[in-house]
């Protein structure tokens, strides 16, 4: 900022050395005059050159584009100045020149300056000059916003067409009105009468046949893009690691999904509309009214920058408090989501009045940021007004003063307040599409946010060996979970979990089992050491295959709403029904799928909630056989089954020489099991075969001890 104002000072400098060169040399040369208006600018059109290189020399050939501005307005308001003059000059007064006199020569770098910090501090952004690095970044969010619309160009050009053909028919329907009712009076020939009825219903009916179609089109190509930004916006979420869905919660994640990707291209869909309507309006009607008083368009523009920069300034603090609201917003619906879900845990523990007061205070909070957008709101609105109420007292004193001095007839002063209202109409349209399209610029920002987030993951390989052997070792793996890093969950842990055997990971509550379990399924990555798969480490093998060869059944498995076939079948390829059949066999569920209303095809409702605790862990082991996987984990997978249904599992599950994986809390579960490893504080503990783990029993402390009793 600092530096911006000294290059600003020396610019100046610079320019009063030039000016006073170009006085000295029309001295010396004995030039009477210094060229008139052209000559003006001439030396305007020199003088911006050698400023630009100025400028780039003082600031190392790295300027400001704020400084670039500054030069332009230096050079070139003096000019225009004096062009405005001649223009407003009456015929019969020869035009004399710029004045001589040194408040005219100081009038140039005062207003330019004055001008300068109007645009930079109050239109441009949030109080200070305007800090280049940020504006970019609102500029180019909206180009790339643009750029999504490409494969809809042809869409768009034929919208935009139909929206300028459209506003062109709407101006001139006054008019063709005008001439019809001038014909009414019966002077005219009943077919010039007829003749003008004819041309105001063709524009009309243009008129309404082009805003239908733009309206149409405008919505079709809004769709498009929505479809294909939530398809991108999805599509990268579920690429992200695991992590960040521990760090992002499923509401807020949803709500940029639906809400925001609609909120964003509706906005600039439908301002950039807006926009061009209200653009070719405003030059169709400022041409009209400048014909009429250029004063009084003048007075009528000038409403503009000031309800800009009032405007600037609201729209600065109403985007924080858009963006509080909408986590406000997506916490609301997040509690809720939580609550109703859980309904039967919220019951069972009589916790309605806690949720009830939890959901409050997330909707009092909502309520506050709302309030204070309303106060905002209703004093920016007061502001607004008094501006406009201001520039109308300034036009009507200037309209006494035209109409006294007979430059303005009372007609053309209906006519040009006629216009005034539509005019004033339209800029307001304009800033109100500026403001709505830079509140969404957060909104904007936090979805590409995400879109280009790269997964925190190793890439996985392309290894899919034809055999898999299914020998599993642990080497030296250390791990602490992403949002907890200071809490070491594994410490160099190293085991091994042999094909065709049955291991047992057995261990206090929050030992590191399931951690393990996490890192086979490579949901998350070892800080240290390795997870080797025949030798192979895992992130070497392609990512569907180690799926397929690696399954899971987790204690609390998910279901999702569909068939039942279609939750067995989950992310498999060509998976016949016979398949399904065979491996819901092998699972001893085959008898209750068959008494089932439409057996495969029953639909298991939301997350499975028609079936029992013991049904959904049957289909999740379904599941798993019929990927006919190498690696089978059963993280307290059968606890919810029969004796005679769990009998049949384990039987199958061990029959093909597979590695299994059982996650058990109590020996009494894992007695078939040919290895056994404890886990304490995420490091080994002790490992053996049952027998020999028995025989140790009296070495270990009261939850082990639990675990015996429980055995005898
Ligand atoms: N997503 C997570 N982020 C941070 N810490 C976690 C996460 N999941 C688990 N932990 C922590 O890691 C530790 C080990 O958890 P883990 O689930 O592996 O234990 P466990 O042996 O399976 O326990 P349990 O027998 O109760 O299922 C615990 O202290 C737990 O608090």
């Known amino acids: 900022m600092r530096g911006v104002a000294a290059c600003g000072f020396f610019i100046i400098l610079f320019d009063a050395v030039l000016s006073v060169a170009r006085w000295a040399g029309l001295v010396l040369l004995k030039f009477p005059s210094c060229g008139g208006l052209a000559g003006l600018w001439a030396f305007g059109a020199l003088k911006l050159a050698i400023l630009h290189v100025f400028t780039s020399t003082l600031t190392e050939g790295k300027p400001q584009p704020v400084l670039h501005r500054f030069v332009a307005l230096l050079c070139l308001l003096s000019p225009v100045f004096e062009s405005g003059q001649i223009l407003m000059a009456s015929p019969s007064e020869p035009y004399v020149g710029p004045s001589t006199d040194l408040s005219m020569l100081l009038l140039g770098p005062v207003s330019s300056s004055l001008a300068c910090v109007v645009w930079e501090k109050g239109l441009c952004g949030d109080g200070k000059i305007r800090k280049d690095a940020n504006k970019p970044d609102a500029r180019q969010l909206l180009i790339r916003m643009l750029k999504y619309f490409k494969p809809d160009t042809f869409y768009l ?71 294909r930004l939530k398809h991108l916006l999805f599509h990268t979420l579920l690429q992200q690691e695991v992590h960040f869905f521990d760090e992002n919660k499923p509401g807020p994640l949803s709500s940029r999904l639906h809400s925001d990707v609609d909120r964003m291209g509706r906005t600039v869909a439908l301002n950039a509309n807006a926009l061009v309507r209200s653009t070719v309006k405003t030059c169709l009607m400022l041409s009209v009214m400048l014909g009429l008083s250029w004063e009084l368009t003048v007075l009528t523009c000038i409403e503009m ?31 809720a989501f939580q609550t109703i879900g859980g309904i039967r845990t919220v019951r069972s523990c009589k916790a309605e009045n806690d949720e009830l007061r939890r959901y409050n205070q997330a909707l009092d909070q909502m309520c506050a940021v709302k309030t204070r957008s309303g106060i905002y709101s209703s004093v920016f609105l007061l502001i607004r007004r008094l501006v406009t109420l201001g520039i109308k007292i300034l036009m009507l004193l200037q309209a006494r003063n035209l109409l006294l001095s007979g430059r ?29 399209t830079m509140s969404t610029i957060g909104v904007i920002s936090k979805v590409f946010s995400y879109l280009d987030r790269t997964p925190k993951c190793k890439k996985a390989g392309d290894l899919v060996p034809e055999k898999l052997q299914g020998r599993i070792i642990f080497q030296n793996v250390t791990f602490a979970y992403p949002s907890a890093q200071d809490k070491t ?53 392609k990512h569907e295959y180690l799926h397929q060869k690696v399954a899971l059944v987790s204690q609390n498995p998910v279901l999702f709403s569909g068939s039942l076939r279609y939750n067995i ?24 799928i068959s008494e089932l209303e439409n057996e495969y095809d029953t639909d298991i409702r939301e997350c499975g909630s028609n079936l029992s605790a013991g049904q959904t ?16 984990i059963l993280d307290e997978a059968t606890s919810k089954l029969d004796v005679e249904a769990q009998h049949a599992v384990l039987q199958e599950i061990l029959s093909c020489g597979r590695t299994v994986l059982v996650v058990a809390h109590q020996l009494k579960t894992v007695e078939k099991a040919d290895h056994i490893i404890f886990l304490e504080k995420g490091a080994v503990a002790e490992e053996g075969t049952h027998q020999e783990l028995m025989a140790k029993k009296g070495r270990y402390y009261c939850w082990k001890e639990e675990l015996f009793s429980q055995h005898s």
């Open 569 to 592: 079948e989950y992310g498999l390829k060509d998976c016949s029904l016979e398949q399904v059949k065979e491996a819901a066999k092998k699972a001893n569920a085959d008898d209750f």
């Open 489 to 541: 969950v594994l410490k160099s842990l190293s085991m091994e979990l042999k094909p065709g055997k049955m291991t047992a990971l057995i261990g206090p509550n929050g030992c590191g089992k399931t951690s393990c379990v996490n890192l086979l399924k490579r949901l998350y990555e070892p800080q240290e050491g390795q997870i080797l798969l025949d030798g192979e480490p895992l992130h070497h093998y």
């Open 617 to 632: 862990q049957c289909i999740a082991i379904i599941r798993a056989l019929v990927r006919h996987p190498q690696v089978i």
């Open 408 to 436: 303005l007839t009372i007609g053309s002063l209906v006519s040009f307040f006629l216009y005034q209202k539509p005019m004033s109409n339209n800029l307001k349209e304009i800033l109100y599409c500026y403001g709505e």
């Open 305 to 335: 920058p000031l309800l800009a920069i009032v405007q600037n300034k609201y729209i600065t603090w109403y985007k924080e408090l858009k963006d509080q609201m909408q986590d406000c917003h997506a916490q609301n619906k997040d509690l």
């Open 157 to 227: 050009i034929a919208a935009f067409s139909f929206l300028i053909l459209g506003v062109i028919c709407d101006t001139f329907i006054p008019l063709y009105q005008g001439k019809v009712i001038d014909m009414l009076r019966g002077e005219a020939l009943q077919t010039n009468f007829c003749y003008a009825v004819g041309q105001l219903a063709l524009i009309s009916l243009g008129s309404a046949l082009f805003s239908g179609m733009r309206g149409g089109i405008f919505m079709c190509t809004l769709a498009r893009l929505n479809k």
